[in-house]
Each structure stands twice: as C-alpha cells, then as structure tokens.
C-alpha cells in the first residue's frame, strides 16, 4: 500500500497571504488528523477528520481551518499568514482494529512565512 | 489535560550498546494508548511501538521494548543493540481510547556513535 501524501512538500508565502495543503490517507483509512511541528511547541494537535466529520479540534485560532473528502483525502487551510506559522505540517492517517488505532504519518509539508 | 513529558532532550549510545529513553504522562482517561514514535532528520515519523493501557505485558518490537509502569505513569523505550540508523528524534505520545488526537512529549534527540 501507497503511504500517506501531502502535497505540497515545500511552501513559502508572504504574512497575510492563505494557504492550503493536501493530505492524502492510506488507501481504507478513514481518519485524518492534522499536526503542527515546530521547535518551539513540538507537536501540536490541529483537528481530526472522520467520514468528512471534524471530531475533535486542537487549540488554534480559526484561521487555521480543515476539511474532508469522501475519499478520505483532506486539506488544511491557514488564512492571513503570521510569521509564527512557519512550521513542518503533518498529516497522519489511521486505522482502528479490535485493540485500537494506529496512526502513520506522511512526510509533511514546510511551511515558512516570510 | 494530558500530558507527556520527556525529561532528556539529548541521549548519546555506543553503537551495538542498549540505551534507555524516559517518558512521564498524565491522564484522567482509563482507556489510553502510549505510542514511541522515531523521527530521523528531515525524514518522516515513523511508529515504532505501542501500548495499550489495558494490557500489562510490556510491548516488544524486535530490538525495540517498553517499561510500562502504569501506576508511575511511566512508559519507557529500551532499545538493544543500538544500530547507527537508530540515530532520530524519539517522541512519546499518548492517545485516548475514540479518539485519534495524540498529545507528544518534546523529544529526545537520540544519537549513536560508532
């Protein structure tokens, strides 16, 4: 099985601009979620996708916004860039079996604001 | 709130020598999962074990074992054998039962020498 993609892989915008990056699942997983990585926070938790539903949401402004598709590919979209959202965005699909979930992430897309 | 903390920010480890990687959470949840992930440089992250709450046998993986300590709230990564691919950023991170949000600890920035 292909593993999960995000396009674009790199990125850079100017403060005030929007943006929006693609995710796309393994193939049979219905559950995308959204991660924000820089060296200051770490990992942060954006929001999470299930069969076009938003479940859950992170602490973030609402500029930062997602959806879902009905083939389970997703895309995020920042609005009015700020400096501070120069970060690596990753995308993680996964799946649940009898004992739980696993998640597998994809490669990220770089983001920088300038 | 949930919680993961990783006290060592660097590890160092001779290669074929076992090294140890600490991990601290906190959780309300009873049903949770504690996962280790690996993130090499400018490559992306990569599962290496999990555990769920429930079970007290202690996951193994290959080279790769945990020390889970639930009542310490303690989830530690052994890895034997140290290999020079080894060398990443290790991540702890906690997920709970229904949903796929998972809280990651800061990182331990795990280097082999030969």
């Known amino acids: 099985k292909a593993g999960v993609t995000q396009t674009p892989r790199y990125l850079i915008k100017t403060r005030g601009q929007q943006v929006t990056l693609s995710c796309s699942p393994i193939s049979g997983h219905r559950s995308v979620s959204w991660y924000q990585q820089t060296p200051g926070q770490g990992l942060q938790f954006l929001f999470e996708y299930f069969s076009e539903t938003q479940r859950n949401k992170g602490n973030f402004p609402g500029r930062f916004s997602g959806r879902q598709f009905s083939n389970s590919r997703s895309e995020m979209n920042v609005s009015t860039l700020e400096l501070g959202d120069s970060a690596l965005y990753l995308c993680a699909s996964s799946f649940r079996d009898t004992i739980g979930s696993e998640q597998y992430f994809g490669p990220g897309t770089r983001l920088t604001v300038t | 709130a949930q919680t993961v903390t990783q006290s060592q920010p660097e590890m160092s480890v001779q290669e074929a020598e076992t090294v140890t990687l600490s991990c601290t959470y906190d959780t309300s949840e009873s049903d949770y999962y504690l996962f280790w992930y690996k993130q090499p440089p400018s490559r992306q992250m990569i599962l290496v074990i999990r555990?769920?709450?429930?079970?007290?046998q202690n996951a193994t993986e290959n080279r790769f074992s945990v020390n889970f300590q639930k009542a310490a709230k303690s989830f530690s990564l052994k890895i034997s054998d140290s290999q020079l691919g080894d060398a990443a950023m290790y991540f702890c991170a906690l997920g709970q039962g229904g949903s796929e949000k998972l809280v990651f600890g800061k990182g331990t920035k795990l280097t082999v020498n030969p």
């Open positions: 555990q769920e709450a429930y079970k007290q």
